[in-house]
């Protein structure tokens, strides 16, 4: 359920054999504050928190980060806990499915632990509210029994800092929202040149020659992600080790055409909406459930994965009247859009 980091893993490229090439591209995730590239605005606000936190000698206040997926909330919270030198227990909200599961946890935080709940908008609402007092007033209440004979037992907590990270904010109540008294931050997509540091380090780091098309081109494919970027990366790394070529612009779009991943970095599902919606529905509007109907794909899957995207590229868009393919979408599958009906918009 939870884990300890290994202070000792500190991010830096080393000399590796075959055997060690499985623990070597679990390093690619930043250990120092200079390495991790981008969100600069949160960035300068943590420094300051975390500094004023070791100038009182206290742990720092509980802080929540989110945004959408591989964005780097796990990774902000591990050089947290670096930078105040101390341990992290690591779990998840579906992780924790019984009150004793969170006590379990609570009681064994040392004095100055990081406790980080990923996906904490997927925690029980009974669990939550067993954080509650946990993060304002540093106790656990324990109710032993049931009926007239049941009492609740308060059981005194070492400070910990909380820090917790979400991908569906509205989805977290307005009370455990408030306690986060260090922030709540939100992280933003990343640029394509700050992708393109991203993919240079992890290619120095995994021992590989990227030359500098290459990493553009793998860059320009990740859907402004570090994750996806990485991701890309690797598989590009099997195909020219495997066909004996060099990180060439020429072998990463092989490698990324046999994948499905287009220029835009849209994957075969994503140009199936596109192209679903303008093949089958004269490019809308049409509704949700339909589009997902015809797709034989669920709502949610839709919505949460495949749109987001779609929509921040300004390939579709959402209209009163249900989702609507643009222009740019039109000609990213070849075809031609329609003149427009000013009364949908």
């Not at 070492?158 to 109540?173: G, I, M, W």
């Not at 070529?245 to 140009?271: H, Q």
Request: net charge negative; hydrophobic share 35%.
């Amino acid at each position: 359920m939870s884990s300890i980091t290994d202070p000792k893993d500190d991010g830096e490229a080393r000399d590796t054999h075959p055997a060690d090439t499985e623990y070597l591209d679990t390093t690619l995730r930043p250990s120092r504050w200079d390495d991790y590239v981008g969100q600069e605005p949160i960035k300068e606000n943590l420094k300051i928190l975390l500094r004023a936190a070791k100038e009182r000698n206290h742990p720092p206040e509980h802080i929540l980060f989110y945004g959408p997926p591989g964005l780097g909330k796990t990774t902000l919270a591990h050089l947290i806990a670096k930078e105040m030198g101390a341990q992290m227990k690591v779990t998840s909200g579906p992780a924790i499915e019984k009150v004793g599961d969170l006590a379990s946890i609570l009681t064994n935080l040392s004095a100055g632990d990081i406790l980080f709940i990923d996906e904490i908008h997927r925690l029980n609402r009974t669990i939550e509210e067993i954080l509650y007092p946990a993060m304002e007033s540093g106790s656990l209440d324990i109710i032993i029994g049931k009926g007239p004979s049941a009492r609740t037992i308060q059981l005194e907590l070492p400070p910990f800092t909380l820090v917790a990270a979400t991908t569906r904010v509205a989805l977290l109540s307005s009370p455990l929202r408030s306690r986060f008294s260090g922030g709540t931050f939100r992280l933003e997509f990343y640029s394509d040149e700050e992708i393109k540091k991203i993919v240079n380090r992890s290619a120095h780091i995994l021992g590989v020659t990227l030359h500098d098309d290459a990493s553009h081109e793998i860059a320009k494919r990740s859907r402004y992600t570090p994750r996806t970027a990485n991701y890309f990366l690797k598989r590009c790394r099997d195909f020219a080790q495997v066909n004996k070529t060099d990180l060439t612009k020429d072998s990463v779009e092989s490698a990324l055409k046999m994948l499905g991943v287009d220029e835009k970095g849209l994957n075969p599902s994503d140009r199936a909406v596109l192209e679903t919606l303008i093949g089958k529905f004269n490019g809308g509007p049409v509704g949700l459930s339909t589009l997902a109907a015809a797709l034989s794909e669920e709502q949610e899957t839709i919505e949460d994965v495949h749109e987001p995207y779609l929509l921040q590229i300004g390939f579709i868009e959402r209209t009163p009247r249900g989702r609507q393919a643009t222009p740019h979408g039109y000609t990213h599958v070849g075809k031609k859009a329609p003149p427009r009906d000013s009364s949908l918009l």
